[in-house]
């Protein structure tokens, strides 16, 4: 029964978006289909269902409501009415920033009644910075990083996605005149997953790029092959992003293995969307996608690695995460550990490029490989940080700031090949269950949460 009403109402969908139907007709028939579809993930965590489903390895629950926001809004951001234009950011993850990596190349994608072409493609030697961050931010938010984010590679140090989304297309407004209708971002890990659905893409050169290389490749191997030439890494990359955005607009792949790999992005953080309309991004704030950092009151916790040395070191950064309550009740306290790891063995015969230190203040007996990073640790929302400690040192664990009515721990962190380092921190004040929002870099968290209230 629910078989034949969704593919009803998606085919209903499908006709008004393709044949240009007002946005009133689309959005309707969005909205039956949205409908649809929230009965049957419902029914899917049915057990009978559920183990059906896991059999098949399909499991759309954890992002049922990005699915269903998604196809609500998608008669807007996929152009029904008229053509949208997003930059589509790619992060390079090597290099630690709030939402993932720098920008390391983009794209910008015209969406024309669900049909997607690209404009133009590039990387970040393209993208013209400027001395001052060019839109109007809170005083908390210059407070942590100042002047910082007006350059396109660091317009996206807070987590909080929106920030660095709305830099970029002013950025890209001031330099080109266009006006975007939004950002989306992804990283090298998601393009492998999508590999996984679209099998590999063969570059002009005749090498063969698959889900399981291309991270290693694009953020290892590159820097080594092109040592002595870093604009044609850096328009290798943009070879890559093309033959992939030419393997997912040919569209000759298996749709639900595409499906399964967005998911996976989107779980991880690794896939996230802006939309420039408001009533769009109200509804998209309320999902992981929209990588929105809320104010709300919960007890969730969040740790973000800030290179800060310019090298591509955080390639080799192991991030472990233990989070535990220590007392319930409305004095509730709550103990964060992070264990930080900088896994190289030796720095010895890697890219100079790759080896940078371009930070003020070094020291000048660096090991190759020597790594130096801010973590910055956040509470919840109106939580308080009572104290914090350094495995490394007896004195300070580092200052104190806040970002969106979420205190955080600042702390400065160098550490050599093989070396590693604990922080601690604990706070009071979260309601609700242990949650935890990871930053998706290239060796994933491992989380560990012991949540004794709930």
Known sequence: ??????????????????????????????????????????????????????????????????????????????????PKRYLIAFQNSAEARGTG?????????????????????????????????????????????????AIWQNSNLS???????????????????????????????????????????????????????????????AYKEYEKDNEARKQYLVTIIDATFKKLIDGGFSKLPAARAIQQGVVENRILFYATENAVEDELSKTRIAG??????????????????????????ERDISIKSLSCGVSAEVELNVDLKNSLSSGVGLPPYVLTRADAGKPSNIIPGQHRFMLFIYGPPQSKLLHATRSSTNGSAGGVGSERARPILVTDIDLAPGKGERVTATFSGGVGRLEYHSQPLVKKEKVKINDKCA
């Open 159 to 221: 987590p909080h996605f929106p920030y660095g989304a709305q830099i970029w297309l002013e950025l890209w407004r001031l330099q080109s005149g266009q006006k975007l209708d939004g950002v989306i971002a992804v990283d090298p890990t998601a393009l492998s997953y999508l590999l996984k659905a679209t099998g590999p893409i063969t570059l002009p050169s005749g090498k063969v790029l698959n889900s399981e290389n291309l991270v290693s490749e694009t953020l290892s191997t």
């Open 101 to 149: 990596g720098i920008i390391g190349a983009f794209a910008i994608i015209e969406v024309n009644k669900g049909k997607i072409s690209v404009i133009k493609s590039g990387s970040n030697e393209a993208l013209k910075s400027l001395e001052e961050i060019p839109i109007k931010m809170p005083d908390e938010y210059k407070a942590l990083y100042r002047s910082d984010p």
């Open 1 to 82: 029964m629910f078989g034949v009403r969704t593919k009803s109402h998606l085919d209903k969908f499908t006709d008004n978006l393709n044949s240009g139907k007002s946005l009133a007709v689309t959005s309707q028939s969005a909205i039956a289909l949205s409908k649809d579809l929230d009965q049957i993930l419902t029914l899917s965590n049915l057990p009978i269902i559920k183990q059906a489903l896991n059999t098949a390895n399909l499991n759309f629950l954890p992002i049922k409501d990005e699915i269903s926001t998604l196809i609500r809004v998608s008669p807007v951001i996929a152009g029904s009415e008229k």
């Open 292 to 317: 929105f950092m809320d104010t709300a009151p919960s007890n969730q916790y969040r740790v973000v690695v800030q290179n800060i040395d310019a090298s591509k070191l955080d390639y080799y950064l």
